[in-house]
């Protein structure tokens, strides 16, 4: 496939040795950005591989690159990529799966791979700080059911007035949201609505937290 959009690929080859080729390719302009996460797999017909996700520099033929991964280990056993001839591939969907988000899996009711993963073995080149951050606002807006999402918010510490612009809520609904909000508060054995309400968001998030370690 020729293509100057973002594509996938699975990869079977050390960290290192995937880590060094990807930057070459960076330094020589090819691709812009790099992510890949890698499974470790408990499967024994399976091998440990890397799912990677790369934004290309300019058009490029997909079909070259396996060679450039051609990898020898002292076993004697040679690994490289596999790619797919349609391998478009989009950044929240990649790193979704990447990471094997379970909420994500099952929302695409997807089987989660016999795998450990393993995110010391991850591999970022480039800023994907804002991609992640994406990512991560489509799993809580598209993955979750209401109640799930809101509580998610509430134990990440998020105040309620976070919570009604994160969730983009209709002045219609405030009402039942602050109900849930405080229902989820209570279940974390957090009293004192009143008092919560005249909270800064500083002291909220402290207090979240200190209840988060006693648990």
């Not at 040679?78 to 001839?85: G, L, N």
């Not at 993963?117 to 990512?135: E, P, V």
């Not at 799930?148 to 998020?158: P, S």
Request: charge should be neutral; charged fraction near 25%; glycine fraction near 4%.
């Amino acid at each position: 496939m020729v293509t100057s959009m973002p594509f996938g690929f699975i990869s079977y080859n050390s960290q290192a040795f995937l880590r060094s080729t990807l930057e070459r390719f960076i330094s020589e302009s090819i691709f812009v950005r790099c992510a890949c996460w890698f499974h470790e797999s408990l499967d024994s017909n399976s091998k440990n591989h890397y799912h990677c996700w790369v934004e290309p520099a300019r058009q490029i033929d997909t079909s070259v690159l396996p060679s450039r991964f051609d990898e020898i280990f002292d076993s004697g056993v040679r690994a490289s990529i596999a790619i797919r001839p349609r391998c478009k591939s989009d950044w929240n969907n990649a790193y979704l799966y990447g990471i094997h988000d379970s909420d994500y899996l099952a929302f695409k009711g997807l089987q989660k791979e016999q795998v450990n993963i393993k995110s010391g073995f991850h591999i970022y080149l480039g800023d994907f700080t804002a991609d992640i951050a994406q990512a991560n606002s489509y799993r809580l807006h598209k993955c979750l059911a209401p109640y799930q999402r809101l509580k998610e918010l509430v134990q990440g510490g998020k105040s309620l007035e976070e919570v009604y612009t994160i969730l983009r809520t209709p002045f219609a609904q405030f009402y039942t949201v602050k109900q849930a909000y405080y229902s989820i508060l209570r279940d974390m054995h957090i009293s004192a609505p009143k008092t919560l309400i005249e909270m800064s968001d500083s002291d909220f998030r402290l207090l979240i937290e200190s209840e988060r370690e006693k648990k």
